[in-house]
DNA sequence: AAGTTATGTGACCATCGGGTCACATGTCAA
DNA sequence: TTGACATGTGACCCGATGGTCACATAACTT
């Protein structure tokens, strides 16, 4: 299993992409923190975290008997840049910027 | 199932992630000309364009009798503003430089 | 020390997803 | 119009994945 394939396969999952919402929102949360907001148990939570661990989107810090998520946006960053040159980039930033002004009108 | 898990498990695929990376070199291709490209018969390529088409990340034009692919990069500059903001994108922008730097010394 | 809290492991099961094939439709060329 | 070419459909098989549970370790508290 590659790297990018573990990214990949980490960001397909709709729990896993939730939970990266969560930490985008507040970092350093714990799984029993986590958990709260799931409707799902326990190992569950912590089997998605692994699989985000592994794929470096989440880095960890222990404390005690605690363990810290933080999200980690590199890998985000290189699925951007492996399809938007920097050429294109310009164009596409316009279009997106036009879509959200069309569909969150103030 | 929602748009982005769409987009998410498009990109899942090894396979149809090679097919972007095709697309992104030259657009235009025909389903033959890319299954050219893979040793896997023309179903399953068939199969994954489809994926991508419904993700929205490769949109088609018919010609004639064939059917011709492009690439849209979009959806993957969506990916990246959910999970980017515009603040720290320019940390993460200068961390990934630094790693290619250090990564592909000339 | 004993109970409680936070997390880890391996097995299990149901479902989903990748790949192939037989068969079918539509389009171009001679 | 007849054959070759480009693509589409539905069924099938099998390995991978999501979620749960019984059980276990480690650390804080009183």
Redesign the interface.
């Known amino acids: 299993m590659?790297d990018?394939?573990r990214v990949?396969?980490a960001?397909?999952d709709?729990t896993r992409?939730f939970l990266?919402?969560l930490l985008?929102r507040r970092d350093g949360r714990t799984l029993t923190e986590l958990e709260r907001e799931l409707e799902m148990t326990r190992f569950g939570v912590a089997k998605h975290l692994k699989v985000l661990e592994e794929a470096d989107l989440v880095v960890v810090r222990r404390q005690g008997r605690e363990k810290l998520h933080f999200?980690n946006?590199?890998p985000?960053?290189?699925?951007?840049?492996?399809?938007?040159d920097k050429y294109?980039e310009r164009h596409?930033?316009a279009?997106?910027d036009l879509?959200n002004a069309l569909e969150e009108p103030e």
Chains 1, 2 share one sequence.
């Open positions: 590659t990018d394939d990949f396969k960001l397909a709709p992409r990266l919402d985008f999200l946006p590199v985000i960053r290189l699925i951007h840049d492996r399809w938007i294109t596409v930033t279009l997106v879509k």
